[in-house]
Structures are given as C-alpha cells and as structure tokens.
C-alpha cells in the first residue's frame, strides 16, 4: 500500500544491523527519571535521541528545558496540504527494581529467542526508535514525507510527566495538528497487533465523616449517636446500586452508548473469561449488569473505594465509636464524562445523603479526562489500513480501563483526536524485569509507521465524526 | 427504719474522726492493678482490708490467691432463716496519669471542701470501706447482723477482673446467696442518689472481606470484580435500618421490653438533652426511633462499627481495588440476649446477605451477658426504702450503658440477682485525675447500708419476680 515499499524496503533490509546496534545504545542510558540521580542520564538520552532525529532528517530539532527532564521536539513540515501528524513518545524508564529478579542487567541490553530483552525495550525506547527509523527511511527513500510531522518525546512519562501540559501550553502555537499519534501502547494479547481507542479518565475524591471530637465510650454513648463509620458505611453503600449501577445522579448522562461496531470489536478479542478470574483470584467477577467483563473494565465508568478508615484496628476489640472516618474513592470515568463534573455531581449527592448526626465533607482529590477515538474515525481506519498491510491481519480494536494523562492533555490543551498505535506484546513485562520487544514486531511496526502516514496523507480527516472533547 | 438508729448513730458519730482517719490510710497505699511494679502494694492493700474486717468482726477472713492480685474474702454467717448478701467491691485502682493535672499527689489524699480527695476516694476504697464501716458499727451496737453477709473485694477491677471468673467458679459453693450487692456505681447527676438496675452486656466481633490475593489496579480491573472495601460498607449499611432498628433477624427476640414502669424511672431521671448533645459535642443526637435518648444509650441494644479499615490510608489518592477490608463490630446487649446466641444470628446474616466477587468472614472476639435487675425486685425496693430512710430522698432508678463483667458473673456463674448500690457523685472523677467522694455521702452512706441489711432481712426475697439470667 506505501508509494515506494521496494525501496522503503530495501533501505530498511540494507540498514537493519545498525539500527539495532543503535536501539541496543539508546537502551544502555539508564534514563529513570524518577530518581534524582539518573537527572544527567536523561539529558544524555534526550541529547542521544537529538542527534539521532537530526541525522534521520528531522528539523527544529530542539532539546527544550521544561524544569524538569527535557522535551526533545522536532518536526518535518514540507507536506502542502496534507495532514499535520504530531507523534508523541518518551525517553524515559521505569525504575529496575526488584533488580535480583532480572536475568541480565536491566541496561546491558542484548537480543536473544527473537526480542530485545532490557529496560526501555517496549516502553517506550523501543518504540520511539522505530519512529526515528521510519523518518530516516522515508526520508532516505523518498526525499520527503507525505504528511507534516512534530515529534514531542518527553523525558518525565514515568514521572507523572510532571512538567508537560505546562509546556504544552507554552506551546500549544507549535503543536498544532490534525491528530496526535501515540506509540506508548500494545497488543491486546498474543501478537495480535490492536489499535487503542479508547482511556478511562478519572475523578478522586476524599469523603470525612466527623462525629464527636474525641472517640466515644460504646458502652455510656451508643445508641444516642450516630457512629461515623456506619454513616460512612451507608454512604458508599448508596453510592452503588445491586446491579452494579453508579446510584449518583446524571453520572451516566454524559457517558458516550457503546454501538454496535463497538461491541463486535470488544466480542471479536480474544479472551478466556475462566482464566482472567483464576489470573485475578477472585472468587467470581462480578460488574454492571448488561455489559462483558471487557467492556466493564474499560468502556464503562466505575466506583471504587481506593483506602478506607475509622477507628481502631489494632488486635482484639476497642469499645468506642470512632470520632471520625474517611474514604478515598476514585471513579475511572469514559467519554464525555467531565471529572470537574463529575465531582460536583458526587459532592452533591454525597452531601444530600449525609445523615442526622454527623458532618460530612467532600474534597477532591484531581482528575483527568478520558479519551475516546471511534473506531471509524479516518485516523484510526488509517491506522487500521497501515497494520493490515504491514502485519497481515487487520487490527484488533481495544481500550485500556486506566488512564494516560497525556492522552488526555493532547484532547484537551491542543486540541487534537488521539490514536494510540503501540506495538509492545501483553507480555513485554514493562515496569517489570525483564522487559522486552519481539524484534519482528519492532522491524514491522516500523514499517507500519512509514505506511500510517501514507494512509493519512490519503485520508479525509475533515471527515472526523465530531467525538473527542473539543 | 433500722432497728436501733440511736444506738448505731452514737456508734458511728463518736467514731467519725478515726473512721476517716482509716478510709485516709487506706488510699495512701498506691494499688494500681494494672502496672506489675505496684503487686506489693496491692497486695498490702489486701491485708490492710482483711485486718479491718477482722477488727470490724468479720469471720473466716481470707486472702485468696487467685493467679493474680488475691481476691479478700470474710462473712458472717448468724443470722438464721435471713437472706445471705454476697457484697462486692474492689481495692484496686486506676493509675494516675497524667500525674500533671492532679492539684495534689494522688496518692496522698486529704479532705478540702466537704470531699476526700486522692485515687481510690470513689473507685471503689471509699465503698469498700463504708461496708467495713457499718459491719463494725452493726456488730458493736447490736452484735450480730439482720442478714448473712459473704465480703468479696477483688483487686484486679481495674485490670479486667483478670482472674475473678475463674476464682468465682472454683469457689462457687462458698459463694452461694440470695443477691449480690455490688458498690461500685454512683448517682445519676448531682446528689441525688440512685440504684443502678441494668448493665448492657456485648457481643464483639470481626469481619473480614476478602477480594483478590493482592491489590489490583483499578484502572485495568475497575468495573471487573467487586471491591472488599465497597462489598464491606455495604454489608455494615445493611446491618441496621434508617429506623435505627437492627436488621439481623431475631436479634430483638429476647429483648425484654421496657415496662411503663421503666419509662417512667427514665422520665424521672433529670436530664438536659441539648446540654448533653452539646458535651458530647455532635450535631443532632440519632437512634432507634421510639425510644428517649437516655433510654437508646442504656435500654437498647446497638450495633456500632469500632474500627474499619482496607486499602491506601496515605495523602493523595492511589488508584487501587485493595485486596481486603475489616471491621470490628459491637453490640451492645441488654437483657436477656445471650452473647453467644447474638453472635450466631449476627454471623449467618452477614455471611447470607455477603455479595458474591468476594470472600467475607466473620470472626468472634467475645461477649458478656446483659443485667437487669426489675425496679420491682424485693432487693431493689428494700435498697430504695433504705436510701429514702437515710438520704431522706427516694432514689432514681438508672440504667448503665456500659457493661460491669463481675455483675453478669455473679449472675451467670454463682446464679444471683444483683442489686449496684453506689455512692459516687457523677463528677467523681473516677479514672481521672483528682478523684473525690462527698464525705456526706461517704458517711450517710454507711447509715444507708445498714438500713439496706435490715430492709434485706424483712424483705421477702423469694417473691421476686423470674427476672434475671437464671
């Protein structure tokens, strides 16, 4: 399907040995940007990663100070009138420990059983490599791209990206686009290559139930008060119905409705109900009636207590009614649902529930947004036409129940729909030991990338169906 | 009323200042029970008690090993075709902390104010020696007694009665009486005196909700499974109705109801309800519908969370599904539910009502049986009569919404109705610092103990009614 895939190919067959001597370097810097220490190895993976977009042909290639680890930003903007891609990745790592149970040494990286076994492998080295690769190759091929690129790696993913959307907005003029191209995702199961549609967003909120200043004596008091536990109790308990459904009102009113095409994609996944319970060690799995396990923990919003607490929880028995008692709770929400709303819908609620008694208050604790691309969005199709032609198979459609904030911060402070085309395996063991990427995975998405932009060069993404949270 | 006031009045007036002299000397020995470095003292207090019964005239006086502080045994066993008072009390105190807000050292007692002031004054040495007290006075002014009289003083009140059931079972043919009268209570609010007719007992207990082996994501997992945290809160919230009615089934089966007779000895009782609610410092008093405040925190059974706890505790939020939750639970029990029959009906209803995603049990961490003694009972009127004959005042019949163990051991192992004669004011300051009996009452009460042995030897105790635990 690519305009030149001969020579695409050739170049790529004829580069092969030093492209994976220069993944193998780029994994030996031990970039963990959660620990001080590792601050001057960052930089040397952004300054590393520079270089390497500069010599692939890459412009405006800037090594930007964000007060924490670096963005590394770059582009290729030579496409008249074609789509403008912003593809997004980060040089960073998780930390190696526990390091007794990796085999080899986390930043000695080395290839063996047909994967590149080291920390960074998959998430997201791995994969912001190929996306150097497929720059170099189109450009080396074909003197040009067939749509504009802007390349944002950042240096903080495994850090909360604590500095982004401050720099994001300091730069949202720059990063205008047509779509944001994330490659930090994976396979939904086997190497079934899938396209992530969608990300749970989310709303945190602490609930403190406050009775009497000092505990009570059960004995003298109980009876004539209320006990802040058993209020708390009764709250959460309102808070969910038997069926499984959220019990706050309008929680559900901006929630997108599953369609038809959604639901084939989430019963066309492989996935063996049996052994995810056994895997969990649940007794049962249980959820909202209506809707597949899948489809429950990823396409619909959820309530859960994260920590709870009141009173005394020390061996034997205390007879008193604690003075007070807190839960923190966090929905993962889906589109369209807004956490600031949200919040102020669960405030509400909880507060006209509160009883007689005691004192109830209700803080938030943050948010994000969730995200959500239509699997026939132009986008995702090109990205669906691009595997297809590359792997052989057409994509699976899947969506992840947690969160990736910069997801959401590319929907909401530039504005952008999001596809997420990662090609890390379920079993990559990424934030574990012993991360690793199926080499072949990582020499076909490679050219599943260079296919994707001549997809969305051809694509009318004016044909977007309005969804996403602009 | 007694039969030679005179004689009994000359005794005591003319023996005021030696009688005080002693009650002094016997709170300057330190017998805190619970603190193993004052074993000795304890100890001494024991013989200082057991050598004032015998030059009081009690008999077959005995110190009497026990495992842990000894338990003073005497009587005095004459009075043919009488009733048999078993009387009990305690010669062990409270420690002293914190030592910097006593005005004085605390076990250096002394008279400022019409009260003695030091630890011990009320709990329990100041009731222990008024029985002292008016044994000698009877026996030197008429030289025998109107009832038999059977002295139990143990010295571990203060440290959970530790060894007292078991010393009660090993002695219970010895202990055999017609009632126990317990002085170890007080009056309800000011100097209006009062016996004290029931003690709630308690039934404690644990569950434990179980989900997956460890904490699970829940962003990957919300919505899938049930969450320990949520399944418990919705088991507690179940427990008890908007009524403040107990929802387990049979759990007010043996409940005795309250008679007109009790509701009226509760409206009698001078209570403040907002100044109540305003020390306790809560918003609004709550509890079971139908019932007086006072009446829901001592004539009720309750239901109260003690402690709850699962999943993160921390500052922030953290986005688990924790893998267990907890709650220690109480019920408060008043005549006739049994602890062990309580906790059966609690169990099976928690266990049936346990949603399914999860694992619940439900563990025992013991109980003791109510008391109650009928404002009727020959006993308690022969009490009253005897309170009106010397405080000149008819006394206010009160409930306890705490438990008292020993009285529901002279009921469950030596089988006795219980009679809690008291003489502390309700600002006594028992287990805080500057503890302190009214010598009037201290000294009236003396006279009023006497007149009880001979209301007791008049009353025809075989006519009480079948209350009580038999």
Redesign the interface.
Known sequence: MTAEPTSLEAYLDAHRERRIAAYLDFLRVPSISGTPEHAADCRRAAEMLAAELRAAGAEHVEICETGGHPVVYADHLHAADAPTVLVYGHYDVQPVDPLDLWLTAPFEPFVADGRVVGRGAADDKGQVQMHVRALEAMLATRGDLPVNVKYVFEGEEESSSAHLDAWLEGDRDRLTADLALISDTGFFVGNLPAITVGL?G?M?A?IDVT????D????????????P??A???I?????GPD?RILVPGFYGDVVPLTDADRAAYAALPFDEEAFRAQ?????????VGYS??E???A???????????????E???????AH????I?C?LVADQDPDRIFELFRDYVLRIA?????VEVRG??GGRPSLTPIDHPAAQAAARAIEATFGVAPLYMR????IPVAASFETIVGLPVVLLGFANDDCQAHAPNESMVLANFETGIRTIAACFDELAMADLGAASGRGDG
């Not at 008692?325 to 923190?328: F, I, M, Q, Y």
């Not at 009883?355 to 004192?359: I, L, N, Q, R, Y």
């Not at 992840?400 to 969160?403: H, I, L, Q």
């Open positions: 749970r989310i945190a602490e009775g009497a200043p000092l009570l004596h059960s004995g003298s008091y109980g009876g004539a008060v209320h006990n536990v058993n708390l109790c009764g959460v308990a309102a808070l969910k499984g969990v060690g649940v007794p049962a799995l249980v959820g909202e396990t899948l429950r923990a990823s619909r919003p959820t309530l859960d207590v994260n920590g709870m607490w009141g009173g005394f929880q020390g034997g028995s205390k007879t008193i009614i604690p008692a807190h839960a923190k966090t993962r009883p007689p008694g005691v004192t604790l943050g992840e129940g947690g969160s």
